[in-house]
């Protein structure tokens, strides 16, 4: 009878046994209860699954501690992902060893500290010695262990934002501890001093903020921290392309204030030579300072008088435009009423409109999509966070309609598919899934096909519906043909929808617009001949709800992009959200500015 009872507790692990799968994931509403039976620890029986690859258990509150087993029993685990649960103040016992371990996620959890016999692993031998990727950002760390590079001597991507972290350890930085890293995001902390010792991360590229994305690229960003001073030795990092040090007091106002609206290079060469005591090459980076802000004073001139060229170009290549148009200064605003059934199936939407997109040039979609599904992956966690959608606006027909019913009533014509019931889509994906299991002998599946399982235990699937009584959007596995995103596409309907909560909504919404920002300067850059081809961007998006990207950025220079908030309302009217309020989009990189 106990068997039965475990087995019944636990059918996925019953699943992965029987069809020896490599990749498991557990999550959705059941898993707080059951974890919560078997004393806040995962079940022992998943520890008899050693052919497994990949292990995601995520967003569940219950779970304090791993258990004990983990590392004897998955021996060939490659990505181990324990995000949004209870873990802490410790590890114990410590997750390592674990020889074929890339990638470990613990973020948003309490951990306080890390020590040895509670923490990672062992560091003689080390205990992770393949790791690559270690997130630890969004918990309550103090300190880090001072054998971590001890511990993971290949670690090339290391995420510590959101902690409460005031020194690094002086082992970190150590000549050849860590001769790979090339990524450390440390923002949000309580850091009081940057080591000259960080010289010796020869392979430092990125150093950033991770806001909730991953947003910048090469980056040095220590935003944020209770730094007074930046070693002159940080100009001696061969790789490092940009930095941001903002919110942080600075003993000398003028680095102060260069790292404000100052070019990378010119800080560099500052430090490089020391600052106010440099000599001659004191000069060379006044010059530096002076020059920028005589770049600036001609674009703003320029601005004003309609003039372009070159200065013009580089100028708006470097500062880039978000106009948000208010509810009432729009004629026809787009407005999503939400029926009061989503509230027990993903009861969170919020909605925008963007005008001014670029699609056409080279390879600036292709960009862009890759970028969408990272975010996907990323902030959205693999959708069961968020998911995001964009539609052709010209198609949309308001006011729409966030309702939600059973699968055998709503009809929809997916992306690069015929028109199909839910209920006959979902069994046809289910059936390719499967397919796909068989031929390569394992769990692993691609494209819609990954987010099946989201929909389990639902009676009534979300869905989008516009006024002619059309499904634009099914998530999270899918848009309509009907809107679908083209390269012709200017103007385009953002969505994005949760079960989670109103805040990832928001937060995702903040990451996709910065990110056509980015992707407009970008393109502006780099202007390219040719373009991408509808088929190509299906095959790139992998039928995924579309994309959109570059701002329109013409001969004259770019536009600002325009944001239209759009309002979502319960079916009597009254608001529920609007979007972009005066919190949102706040976060905005230096380079872009949000006109209101």
Known sequence: MAAAAVSEAWPELELAERERRRELLLTGPGLEERVRAAGGQLPPRLFTLPLLHYLEVSGC???????PGLAQGLPQLHSLVLRRNALGPGLSP?????????????????LEALPPGQGLGPAEPPGLPQLQSLNLSGNRLRELPADLARCAPRLQSLNLTGNCLDSFPAELFRPGALPLLSELAAADNCLRELSPDIAHLASLKVLQRWFHWHFLEETLDLSNNQ?????????????????????????????????????????LEYLRVGGRGGGKGKGRAEGSEKEDGRKKRRERKQRREGGDGEEQDVGDAGRLLLRVLHVSENPAPLTVRVSPEVRDVRPYIVGAVVRGMDLQPGNALKRFLTSQTKLHEDLCEKRTAA??????????????????RPPQDLKIVPLGRKEAKVKELVRQLQLEAEEQRKQKKRQSVSGLHRYLHLLDGNENYPCLVDADGDVISFPPITNSEKTKVKKTTSDLFLEV?????????????????????????????????????????????????????????GKDGPSPLVVEQVRVVDLEGSLKVVYPSKADLATAPPHVTVVR
Not at 61 to 67: D, H, I, K, Q
Not at 240 to 265: A, H, P, W, Y
Not at 504 to 522: G, Q, S, W
Request: aromatic share 2%; charged share 25%.
């Open 227 to 267: 730094l007074s001073e930046i070693p002159a030795e940080l100009a001696d990092c061969p790789k490092l392309k940009e930095i941001n040090f903002r919110g942080n007091k600075l003993r000398d106002k003028r680095l102060e204030k260069m790292v404000s609206g100052c070019q990378t290079r010119s800080i």
């Open 94 to 110: 410590e997750l390592g060893p674990l020889p074929a371990l890339r990638v470990l996620d613990l973020s948003g959890n309490a």
């Open 497 to 553: 929808t949760s079960a989670t909560s109103l805040q990832i909504c928001k937060d995702v919404m903040d990451a996709l617009i910065l990110k056509m920002a980015e992707m407009n300067k970008y393109t502006l850059e780099n202007k390219e001949e040719g373009s991408l081809s509808d088929t190509e961007a299906d095959a790139v998006s992998g039928q995924l709800s579309d994309p959109r990207t570059n701002a329109s950025a």
């Open 387 to 404: 998911t995001l959608a964009t539609h052709e606006l010209r198609a949309v027909k308001g006011p729409l309609l966030y309702c939600a």
């Open 61 to 67: 509150g219950s779970l304090r501690a791993p258990g």
